[in-house]
Protein backbone atom coordinates (compact mmCIF):
# COMPACT_ATOMS: atom_id res chain seq x y z
CA UNK A 1 0.00 0.00 0.00
CA UNK A 2 1.06 3.83 -0.05
CA UNK A 3 3.57 4.73 2.50
CA UNK A 4 5.43 7.77 3.70
CA UNK A 5 9.43 7.52 3.58
CA UNK A 6 12.13 9.42 4.86
CA UNK A 7 15.76 9.91 3.57
CA UNK A 8 17.92 9.75 6.25
CA UNK A 9 17.80 7.55 9.21
CA UNK A 10 20.11 9.64 11.57
CA UNK A 11 20.86 12.92 11.36
CA UNK A 12 23.42 14.99 13.88
CA UNK A 13 23.52 18.34 14.29
CA UNK A 14 25.91 20.83 15.94
CA UNK A 15 23.84 22.48 19.24
CA UNK A 16 22.88 26.01 18.01
CA UNK A 17 22.82 25.03 14.16
CA UNK A 18 19.75 24.40 12.24
CA UNK A 19 18.24 21.14 11.67
CA UNK A 20 16.48 19.72 8.29
CA UNK A 21 14.35 16.85 8.40
CA UNK A 22 13.45 15.18 5.00
CA UNK A 23 10.51 12.76 4.30
CA UNK A 24 9.18 11.61 1.00
CA UNK A 25 5.25 10.67 0.73
CA UNK A 26 3.87 8.39 -1.96
CA UNK A 27 0.18 8.64 -1.89
CA UNK A 28 -0.44 11.68 -3.86
CA UNK A 29 -4.10 11.96 -2.61
CA UNK A 30 -2.43 12.78 0.74
CA UNK A 31 -4.03 16.19 1.75
CA UNK A 32 -2.55 16.60 5.50
CA UNK A 33 0.56 16.06 6.73
CA UNK A 34 1.76 16.07 10.32
CA UNK A 35 5.42 15.58 12.19
CA UNK A 36 5.62 13.81 15.49
CA UNK A 37 8.69 14.07 17.84
CA UNK A 38 9.22 11.06 20.31
CA UNK A 39 11.95 11.26 22.77
CA UNK A 40 12.66 8.19 24.49
CA UNK A 41 10.60 5.83 26.36
CA UNK A 42 7.80 8.08 25.45
CA UNK A 43 4.88 7.81 23.10
CA UNK A 44 5.15 10.08 19.54
CA UNK A 45 3.94 13.53 20.18
CA UNK A 46 2.21 16.64 17.67
CA UNK A 47 4.98 19.28 16.36
CA UNK A 48 3.31 20.55 13.61
CA UNK A 49 1.05 20.24 10.60
CA UNK A 50 -0.38 21.78 7.34
CA UNK A 51 -2.26 21.06 4.53
CA UNK A 52 -2.29 20.18 1.16
CA UNK A 53 -3.21 23.76 0.25
CA UNK A 54 -0.51 25.48 2.51
CA UNK A 55 3.70 25.38 1.20
CA UNK A 56 4.85 26.39 4.21
CA UNK A 57 3.79 26.46 7.91
CA UNK A 58 5.34 28.34 10.72
CA UNK A 59 5.79 27.00 14.92
CA UNK A 60 7.75 28.37 17.44
CA UNK A 61 11.58 27.34 16.31
CA UNK A 62 9.60 24.67 13.21
CA UNK A 63 9.03 25.45 9.92
CA UNK A 64 7.34 22.79 7.79
CA UNK A 65 8.05 22.87 4.22
CA UNK A 66 5.69 21.03 2.12
CA UNK A 67 6.22 20.16 -1.98
CA UNK A 68 3.31 18.98 -3.58
CA UNK A 69 4.98 18.46 -6.98
CA UNK A 70 8.00 16.16 -5.76
CA UNK A 71 5.79 15.08 -2.57
CA UNK A 72 8.48 16.27 -0.31
CA UNK A 73 7.91 17.16 3.11
CA UNK A 74 10.46 18.53 5.75
CA UNK A 75 10.68 19.62 9.05
CA UNK A 76 13.09 22.72 10.15
CA UNK A 77 14.45 23.47 13.29
CA UNK A 78 15.97 26.49 14.00
CA UNK A 79 19.02 26.86 17.01
CA UNK A 80 18.70 23.14 17.60
CA UNK A 81 18.65 22.38 21.54
CA UNK A 82 19.97 19.72 23.51
CA UNK A 83 15.81 18.84 24.26
CA UNK A 84 15.59 18.64 20.55
CA UNK A 85 17.44 14.96 20.30
CA UNK A 86 14.50 12.86 19.83
CA UNK A 87 13.07 10.78 16.54
CA UNK A 88 10.92 12.65 14.28
CA UNK A 89 8.24 10.98 12.35
CA UNK A 90 6.45 12.30 9.49
CA UNK A 91 2.51 11.21 9.18
CA UNK A 92 0.12 12.00 6.31
CA UNK A 93 -3.73 11.41 5.93
CA UNK A 94 -5.77 11.51 3.03
CA UNK A 95 -8.95 12.41 4.45
CA UNK A 96 -12.64 11.36 5.29
CA UNK A 97 -11.55 8.61 7.72
CA UNK A 98 -8.48 7.05 5.88
CA UNK A 99 -5.85 5.99 8.90
CA UNK A 100 -2.76 8.03 9.43
CA UNK A 101 0.17 6.54 7.89
CA UNK A 102 3.94 7.34 9.50
CA UNK A 103 7.14 7.45 8.17
CA UNK A 104 10.16 5.23 9.00
CA UNK A 105 11.10 8.10 11.39
CA UNK A 106 14.41 10.34 11.45
CA UNK A 107 16.95 10.12 14.67
CA UNK A 108 17.86 13.81 15.47
CA UNK A 109 21.40 13.95 17.71
CA UNK A 110 22.10 17.13 18.86
CA UNK A 111 25.83 17.22 19.60
CA UNK A 112 26.71 20.06 22.48
CA UNK B 1 -7.85 11.52 32.32
CA UNK B 2 -6.27 13.76 30.60
CA UNK B 3 -4.40 11.91 28.46
CA UNK B 4 -4.29 8.41 26.78
CA UNK B 5 -3.62 5.63 29.27
CA UNK B 6 -1.32 2.47 28.58
CA UNK B 7 -1.31 -0.93 30.94
CA UNK B 8 0.26 -2.01 32.05
CA UNK B 9 3.56 -0.13 31.30
CA UNK B 10 5.96 -2.98 31.12
CA UNK B 11 4.67 -7.24 30.53
CA UNK B 12 7.14 -9.73 30.45
CA UNK B 13 5.59 -12.84 29.60
CA UNK B 14 7.00 -16.71 28.24
CA UNK B 15 6.73 -17.91 24.85
CA UNK B 16 3.24 -19.73 24.29
CA UNK B 17 1.51 -17.78 26.81
CA UNK B 18 -1.58 -15.19 26.18
CA UNK B 19 -1.33 -11.78 26.83
CA UNK B 20 -3.61 -8.81 27.05
CA UNK B 21 -2.79 -4.85 26.62
CA UNK B 22 -5.51 -2.24 27.38
CA UNK B 23 -5.86 1.12 25.80
CA UNK B 24 -7.93 3.92 27.50
CA UNK B 25 -8.68 6.79 25.08
CA UNK B 26 -9.02 10.54 25.49
CA UNK B 27 -12.31 10.72 26.39
CA UNK B 28 -14.84 11.73 23.48
CA UNK B 29 -12.45 10.69 20.63
CA UNK B 30 -13.55 8.44 18.30
CA UNK B 31 -10.47 6.88 16.71
CA UNK B 32 -8.08 4.17 18.08
CA UNK B 33 -5.02 2.99 16.61
CA UNK B 34 -2.86 0.36 17.73
CA UNK B 35 1.22 0.37 16.09
CA UNK B 36 3.58 -1.75 17.42
CA UNK B 37 7.41 -0.26 17.63
CA UNK B 38 10.33 -2.33 17.46
CA UNK B 39 13.70 -0.80 19.19
CA UNK B 40 15.06 1.75 17.19
CA UNK B 41 12.74 1.36 14.72
CA UNK B 42 9.38 3.22 13.48
CA UNK B 43 5.91 2.57 14.07
CA UNK B 44 4.46 -0.33 12.33
CA UNK B 45 0.36 0.09 11.90
CA UNK B 46 -1.81 -2.71 13.39
CA UNK B 47 -5.70 -1.86 13.85
CA UNK B 48 -7.92 1.48 13.89
CA UNK B 49 -11.49 1.84 15.44
CA UNK B 50 -13.46 4.41 13.85
CA UNK B 51 -16.47 4.99 16.10
CA UNK B 52 -18.92 1.75 15.28
CA UNK B 53 -17.25 1.06 11.44
CA UNK B 54 -15.55 -1.79 10.89
CA UNK B 55 -11.96 -1.88 12.50
CA UNK B 56 -9.02 -1.79 9.85
CA UNK B 57 -7.08 -4.75 10.87
CA UNK B 58 -4.72 -4.64 7.54
CA UNK B 59 -2.00 -4.19 9.61
CA UNK B 60 -2.45 -7.02 12.46
CA UNK B 61 0.85 -9.81 11.34
CA UNK B 62 -0.98 -12.55 12.37
CA UNK B 63 -3.75 -14.33 13.58
CA UNK B 64 -2.28 -14.47 16.72
CA UNK B 65 -3.26 -11.13 17.20
CA UNK B 66 -6.85 -9.59 17.69
CA UNK B 67 -8.35 -5.99 19.42
CA UNK B 68 -11.59 -4.97 20.43
CA UNK B 69 -13.00 -1.71 21.78
CA UNK B 70 -15.65 -1.74 23.90
CA UNK B 71 -18.40 0.53 24.11
CA UNK B 72 -16.60 3.04 21.78
CA UNK B 73 -14.04 3.64 24.83
CA UNK B 74 -11.35 1.02 26.23
CA UNK B 75 -9.54 -0.94 24.03
CA UNK B 76 -7.88 -4.60 24.24
CA UNK B 77 -5.01 -5.89 21.85
CA UNK B 78 -4.79 -9.29 22.49
CA UNK B 79 -1.73 -11.44 21.40
CA UNK B 80 -2.26 -15.08 21.59
CA UNK B 81 0.62 -18.04 22.14
CA UNK B 82 3.29 -15.43 22.26
CA UNK B 83 6.53 -15.51 20.44
CA UNK B 84 10.41 -13.87 21.11
CA UNK B 85 9.52 -11.58 17.95
CA UNK B 86 6.50 -10.16 19.44
CA UNK B 87 8.92 -8.36 21.92
CA UNK B 88 8.23 -4.38 20.95
CA UNK B 89 6.45 -1.47 22.51
CA UNK B 90 2.97 -1.63 21.84
CA UNK B 91 1.68 2.19 21.16
CA UNK B 92 -2.04 3.11 21.75
CA UNK B 93 -3.35 6.58 19.70
CA UNK B 94 -6.75 7.81 19.97
CA UNK B 95 -8.21 11.21 17.72
CA UNK B 96 -11.24 13.46 17.92
CA UNK B 97 -12.56 12.85 14.07
CA UNK B 98 -11.24 9.91 13.19
CA UNK B 99 -8.45 10.29 10.03
CA UNK B 100 -10.02 13.62 9.53
CA UNK B 101 -7.58 16.23 9.48
CA UNK B 102 -6.31 16.01 13.26
CA UNK B 103 -3.75 14.86 15.33
CA UNK B 104 -3.23 11.49 16.97
CA UNK B 105 -2.62 11.27 21.02
CA UNK B 106 -0.33 8.68 21.81
CA UNK B 107 0.02 7.01 25.05
CA UNK B 108 3.29 5.93 26.90
CA UNK B 109 3.21 2.54 25.06
CA UNK B 110 3.60 -0.90 26.72
CA UNK B 111 6.86 -2.89 26.59
CA UNK B 112 6.08 -6.32 25.93
CA UNK B 113 9.12 -8.63 26.46
CA UNK B 114 8.80 -12.59 25.41
CA UNK B 115 11.83 -14.75 27.00
Known amino acids: GESVGLHLPTLSVQEGDNSIINCAYS??????FIWYKQESGKGPQFIID?????DKRQGQRVTVLLNKTVKHLSLQIAATQPGDSAVYFC???????????FGIGTKLQVIP | GAGVSQSPSNKVTEKGKDVELRCDPI?????LYWYRQSLGQGLEFLIY????????KSGLPSDRFSAERTGGSVSTLTIQRTQQEDSAVYLC?????????????FGSGTQLSVL
Open chain 2, 27 to 31: SGHTA
Open chain 1, 50 to 54: IRSNM
Open chain 1, 91 to 101: AENSGGYQKVT
Open chain 2, 49 to 56: FQGNSAPD
Open chain 1, 27 to 32: NSASDY
Open chain 2, 93 to 105: ASSFLGGAKEKLF
